[in-house]
């Protein structure tokens, strides 16, 4: 028995492409049709100009994912299915770009930083400006040759058991001792400076220095005024500028002894020396009560 090959169904019924062919359902299809090719033929260059605009669309949203289907090609053009490995590509691409950028950022910052960390190393530090303190070792240089006239004195006198002893005495030039307080450099010495500085600029010639050793013999504690003292020298009464060593109204508690320098600028019209002086203190408070009579030191002084 013959046997024919038997011939294989159509791809399409013929019920179905009739059906496709009636106007109501070919109409939208050819322009469909119509509108991909002309999406296709129309771009410029080809599968280039596919692969620019995938390019720009890649650039534009890297931070969205983007799909790796592949898509259908159109009819025709199966080379531009290459079109769609671009898009998957760029983003890395992109994110290398944006990697580099904040390398190249970071590079900037570290090298600013490193610049900066030089700069200070190679920087020495800022210094405060301070008062430089003089080296009293060059005194001489600085305020000339020794100029004081020291006296070792014994005069004491004493008033219901407080005792006033001079025990030495010594002259200065005013301007030479001005000096030699400038020298020192501590701030009672500049403070000290200051009052004779003004003492100087009122006509004064010397400054004089008095040791004075307090005591208290009595039961109760004593108390001597120095603020109100006073030296007369060259025919002339001078009031004293400071006390060191301790405060201008000193203290003296029972069986004790307090040392002090009395500071009197004076002014000397009479020759080299101020001569013979003559130191009166006013008289002591004994137990909180004033007591009769004031201390009267002659110092026998060139």
């Known amino acids: 028995m013959d046997q024919r090959p038997v011939a294989p169904p159509p791809l399409i019924s013929p019920v179905v ?12 299809l050819a322009v469909v049709a119509g509108m991909t090719v002309v999406a296709f033929a129309v771009q410029p260059g080809g599968a280039k100009g596919e692969a620019a605009a995938a390019v720009r669309t890649a650039s534009a949203t890297a931070a969205a ?39 190249g950022t970071a590079g900037a910052a570290t090298a600013q930083t490193g610049s900066d960390v030089a700069g200070i190393r190679g920087t020495p530090p800022a210094t405060t400006t301070q008062q430089t303190q003089p080296d009293l070792s060059r005194q001489p240089t600085q305020c000339g040759a ?11 006198q004493t008033i219901n058991g407080v005792s006033v002893k001079a ?20 701030q009672e010495a500049f403070t000290l400076a200051s009052s004779v500085g003004k003492a ?69 019209g009479v020759g080299p020396t101020t001569g013979p002086m003559t130191l009166t203190i006013g008289s002591p408070l004994f137990g909180g009560q004033p007591t009769a009579g004031k201390y009267s030191l002659f110092l026998p002084t060139p």
């Open 65 to 103: 994912p983007v799909s790796t289907a592949t898509p259908t090609p159109a009819p025709g053009r199966a080379q531009s299915t290459a079109t769609v490995v671009l898009p998957t590509a760029q983003p890395g691409a992109q994110t290398a770009l944006v990697q580099n950028q904040q390398a």
């Open 200 to 268: 100087q600029a009122a006509g004064m010639t010397d400054a004089i220095l008095i040791d004075l050793w307090i005591t208290n013999a009595g039961r109760e504690f004593g108390q001597v005024t120095l603020k109100d003292a006073q030296l007369a020298a060259a025919g002339r009464v001078f009031a004293p500028l400071a006390t060191l060593g301790g405060r201008a109204d000193v203290v003296v508690s029972s069986g004790q002894g307090r040392t002090v320098t009395l500071v009197v600028a004076i002014k000397s």
């Open 17 to 28: 492409f009739a059906w496709l062919r009636k106007p109501q359902f070919l109409l939208p």
């Open 167 to 186: 025990t030495k005495s010594s002259t200065y030039p005013i301007e030479y001792f001005r000096c030699i307080l400038m020298a020192t450099g501590t």
């Open 146 to 156: 020794m100029q004081e006239t020291s006296v070792a004195l014994a005069i004491e």
